[in-house]
């Protein structure tokens, strides 16, 4: 993260981030912050950090932050903006953290309409812990804890979580975006942007599921994680729009 | 609002909560509290106040923590069952130094237990419950009015010491009517700085966390919480005593328990036995001085608990082995009559009373 290509965005603070070569993660804090300073609600915005390898988010964000327990991060929410209605409040999540241990929060914060922003990030593997199968691994992929391959009938098939919440009625923005070349990136942040806007203007509960890689624990390099992404991810993550209020294009 | 009303315990504490500013509740239903639940699903929107159902315990004691990160009085409630799922989110309450106001109306345990009042959750209150070094905070009020007391304080001292503050009643106390009254308070809340409740201004973001990756950090942390908890100790340790100066045998309970051991204490006055009583209102911190002070003087000490001998540990520890220390409990939601925890008086002045 030596060279700078672009000017670092207010929302972020000016510290280099832990993450491994090839991983999404940086990017998507990047649109994250870029989204915040265009909407220009820094000064009002509260996030709250899940467990996983995103833990150290409330040093990233340049904005006031929670560290919220393992999966937790909805309730965490939940709390913030009953209290402070006024503040733009989002969580950043990772796919066991809102997929496997923080189901309940996350439906039933979904289910609540509450006016929170979710930003989950999907990378199909327990990255912190060393690589462990998600809720989210696809079937037959290899992970420390399924290293035979995922096995449906054992473990059974991963779950889409975008599509699930989005058939909650206070689900108000649903959408699943990647951030593997520049035009999904373009569209993730246009996802972003808009979740974070259906939030100021009062709508219910918003979500963007951002399908991210984990070349370190997947056991590949960047670019052949890129490639998994796009080739198995992708087919059976689609990407797309799966509930926006009326007026809201697609 | 100097007259007195018949109150329920538990809507008791709903409206000392209310009194004491707390404009925020998070809660499940559960018996024997489900009272203050409903109370304050009724009460905070007349008060423009939040009362959320939450869908879990263990998302209520989240959402305390997410409020409570932005500075304002918030409490939950809940009864044994539900109090061991909030405990995780009490150890980061506790980590994070939040202030909050936790209420556990004791029922019957292990596991589902039954619905019935009792006090066997004093380990989980007061020995930490969740993970890592740290304490709440417990206060054990014996009657309505005390609850609504202690409600009020409770606030007080979360805010003071930033810190978890457990009040803990049991399912009799909880369903008690008597008459209260609710005095005004002065209390200013204080200004908290720390909280990150959106910058507005700021030229810093406050950060929520429990979380110190750097071992050397985190000892710090610990050494600092420490420091915190021995002012508590040293400043909040309240306890009450009845006829303690000439007692041979000083009996020790609290909450319910409290109230029927006054009675057999009585009864053993009248008999003409020299019995006393040692009431903890804090139990943690817990009254260690009149312990060390009366093992000079009293011959013996009988705790007594809805429970099979918890706060018995820490009268042993208290009276250090100078004298015996008996227990008598029931369980279950099994109550001691009056006559019953007497009748243990007697026996154990003619064991253990040296005479
Ligand atoms: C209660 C609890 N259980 C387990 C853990 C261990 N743990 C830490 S992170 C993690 C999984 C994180 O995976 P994910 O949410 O997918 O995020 P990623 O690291 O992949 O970004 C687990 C199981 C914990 N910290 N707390
Ligand atoms: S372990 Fe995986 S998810 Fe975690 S920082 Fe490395 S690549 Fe990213």
Redesign the interface.
């Known amino acids: 993260m030596a060279e700078k290509l672009f000017s670092r965005p207010q929302s972020l603070k000016d510290v280099a981030f832990h993450y491994c070569p090839g991983c999404h993660h940086g990017i998507i804090h990047r649109l994250v912050a870029e989204v915040i300073d265009e909407l220009d609600v ?5 996030g ?1 950090a899940p467990v996983g390898c995103s ?2 988010a ?1 040093e990233y ?9 393992h999966g ?1 991060a909805p ?10 209605p ?2 733009v409040v989002f969580t950043y999540q990772g796919d066991g953290d809102l997929a496997a241990i923080g189901c ?2 996350i ?2 914060a979904a289910a609540r309409g509450e006016k929170i922003t979710t930003i989950f990030v999907n990378n199909a593997i327990y990255g912190m812990t060393g690589g462990q199968m998600a809720p989210t691994s696809l079937i037959e992929q290899v992970t420390n804890t399924s290293p035979y391959g995922r096995n449906a009938d054992s473990a059974g098939m991963p779950i889409r979580m975008s599509e699930m919440l989005a058939t909650l009625d206070g689900a108000s923005f649903i959408a699943r975006v990647a951030v593997n070349n520049p035009a999904n990136m373009a569209k993730a942040k246009a996802a972003i942007k808009k979740a974070f806007e259906i939030q100021i203007n009062g709508h219910g509960f918003s979500m963007v599921e951002i399908l991210s890689t984990c070349p370190t624990n997947w056991g590949m390099s960047p670019l052949e994680a890129a490639a998994w992404l796009e080739q198995k991810m992708i087919p059976y993550y689609p990407l797309g729009q799966f509930k926006a209020p009326e007026g809201v294009a697609k | 609002m100097a007259e007195k009303i018949l109150m329920k315990g538990n809507e008791a504490i709903g409206e000392a909560a209310i009194v004491a500013g707390c404009r ?1 509740y ?1 809660g499940y239903p559960i018996t024997p509290q489900t009272e203050l639940t409903e109370y304050m699903a009724k009460r905070m929107p007349q008060v423009g106040g ?1 009362f ?1 159902q ?3 315990e ?3 004691i ?11 009085r ?1 409490m939950t409630s809940s009864s044994s069952p539900g109090i061991s799922l909030k405990q ?2 009490i150890s ?1 309450i506790a980590g ?1 130094e939040l202030p909050c106001v936790i209420v556990n109306i004791m029922r019957g345990g292990p596991g589902l237990g039954g619905i019935q009042p009792g006090q066997a959750d004093y380990f989980q209150a007061t020995k930490g419950g969740g993970h890592g070094d740290y304490r709440n905070i417990v206060l054990a009020p014996n009657s309505v009015q005390e609850i609504v007391d202690m409600t009020i304080q409770a606030f007080d001292l979360a805010d003071q010491y930033r810190n978890p503050v457990m009040l803990l009643g049991d399912g009799a106390l909880g369903q008690m009517m008597e008459p209260v009254e609710f005095k005004a308070t002065d209390t200013v809340p204080s200004i908290k700085a720390w909280a ?6 700021r030229t810093q ?7 110190h990756l750097q071992p050397e950090k985190l000892e710090q942390h610990n050494i600092h919480l420490q420091q915190k908890y021995a002012a508590i100790q040293k400043n909040e340790t309240r306890w009450e005593e009845l006829y303690t100066e000439d007692a041979d045998l000083i009996l020790v309970a609290y909450g319910i328990t409290s109230r029927i051991a006054r009675s057999a204490m009585e009864k053993a006055r009248s008999e003409s036995y020299k019995v006393g009583l040692i009431r903890p209102q804090t139990l943690w911190p817990f009254p260690a001085a009149p312990f060390a002070k009366y093992a000079k003087t009293a011959k013996a000490f009988l705790a007594v608990e809805l429970s099979a001998g918890q706060m018995v540990e820490d009268v042993r520890l208290a009276v250090n082995g100078v004298r015996p220390v008996a227990f008598y409990g029931r369980t279950g939601g099994m109550i001691p009559s009056p006559k019953a925890v007497y009748e243990q008086i007697v026996k154990t002045l003619k064991e253990r009373g040296g005479n």
Do not use: W
């Open positions: 820094r000064d009002k915005t509260i709250v833990v150290l409330y964000f340049n904005c006031d932050m929670f560290e919220a327990a937790r309730a965490v929410a939940t709390g913030i903006k009953r209290s402070q006024d503040t309940a929060e439906v039933h | 925020r998070f939040v959320l939450a869908e879990s263990v998302a209520a989240n959402m305390v923590y997410g409020a409570a990160g932005t500075g304002v918030v995780e989110g980061y994070a990150a409740n959106g910058m507005r201004g973001p406050n950060i929520i966390n429990s979380l």
